[in-house]
């Protein structure tokens, strides 16, 4: 059974910093892609920041900049540094791990990111 789980998310001030982990559970073989999504309320959910299995990112043009994406292999987890936060950045962030050629999709509940001005 996979699980994904977002931990770091909370309350900030703009121009803060904050750092979201996400920890896989289980065996996921074939990853070819991890991610970073955010849904804010009355919005659809965007793509934040991706990382293929070769190693390349990308990035959502209103972060570039501020976030970065990395993984630590050894532990399983995906991360996302956030900074400069404004309170556009507020949204529920959501980890995302696709495999086997993206027939395999997961997701984690979602960990909020609240930025005050």
Request: aromatic share 10%.
């Amino acid at each position: 059974q996979v699980q994904l789980v977002e931990s770091g998310g909370g309350l900030v001030q703009a121009g803060g910093s904050l750092r979201l982990s996400c920890d896989f559970s289980g065996s996921i073989s074939g990853i070819n892609f991890m991610g970073w999504h955010r849904q804010a309320p009355g919005k659809e959910r965007e793509l934040v920041a991706g990382m293929t299995s070769g190693g390349n990112t990308n990035y959502l043009d209103s972060v570039k900049g501020r976030f970065t994406i990395s993984r630590d292999n050894a532990k399983s987890t995906l991360y996302l540094q956030m900074n400069s936060l404004k309170p556009e950045d507020t949204a529920v962030y959501y980890c995302n791990v696709r495999a086997m050629f993206n027939r395999l999709n997961y997701w984690g509940p979602g960990t909020q990111v609240t930025v005050s001005s």
